[in-house]
């Protein structure tokens, strides 16, 4: 029954992995302790359940373990990028898991990976925005926080061409000081969506931003670039 596979899968991975949820319901009577097993990448079949969308999984998984997952991971997922479950299911956009993971184990959103990323910033990268609603809920001030690539939240959306998430950031931080913070290369929002051919965004900025979107214009990034230059550089 514990035997492994390719990637030194359990049939439990193989299981969570497909939705076999016959299998899932004989299984862990026969070898509780399978569903905290494994890979060698570090994944338990919970790993599975999340990056599937597969939520009655999920339950039946917590059901057997409920701690399993709050367990430390000591290796990476095979894309470098996800620490934990939540990162998991963050990353690929299934809203059930990640309110059932928050409601089981909110510390997990706090769970950083190897460059800073939290779950909330993999949502936003990925602009999944109700996701990104529900975390920033768990965590308002985790928006302004920056990952060890040198960016926050609205930056991401910028750049990742998130005019959706970008007009909630607006909507909901307009007023935070911390909204209009330049990044790791002192460049602001409204460099970013410049540089980047955003055109609308570049416009919403300036429009929906209050004073400090305008502001930025004049704002030189540690290159000694204003936004003014760099629109006439890129035919805006």
């Keep these: 029954m514990t035997k492994k596979h390719i990637r030194d899968d359990t049939v439990l991975h193989i299981a969570a992995r497909y939705g076999r949820t016959e299998l899932l319901a004989e299984i862990p009577r026969l070898s509780p ?21 597969h939520d009655k999984i999920l339950m039946m998984l917590m059901e057997t373990d409920p701690w399993v997952a709050s367990k430390p991971q000591l290796q990476e997922l095979d894309d470098g990028e996800n620490a934990t479950f939540l990162h998991v299911a963050a990353s690929e956009g299934h809203i059930a898991i990640v309110r059932k993971l928050l409601e089981m184990h909110p510390n997990v959103a706090q769970k950083l990976n190897k460059n800073g990323y939290s779950p909330l910033h993999h949502a936003c990268s990925r602009g999944h925005l109700e996701i990104t609603a529900i975390l920033l809920g768990h965590d308002p001030e985790r928006a302004f926080r920056f990952n060890r690539t040198g960016y926050a939240l609205v930056h991401l959306a910028i750049i990742n061409g998130s005019s959706k998430l970008l007009r909630e950031f607006v909507s909901g931080f307009r007023r935070h000081k911390s909204f209009y913070q330049p990044d790791k290369n002192v460049d602001t929002s ?47």
């Design 190 to 236: 409204l460099h970013l969506a410049v540089s980047g051919g955003r055109h609308q965004i570049a416009e919403y900025i300036i429009k929906e931003g209050g004073g400090g979107g305008r502001a930025q214009i004049n704002y030189q990034n540690f290159r000694g670039d204003n936004v003014e230059k760099m629109m006439s550089r890129n035919d805006f």
């Design 33 to 53: 302790f399978m569903a905290g097993a494994e890979n060698n990448k570090g994944e338990t079949p919970l790993h599975e359940a999340c990056r599937m969308g």
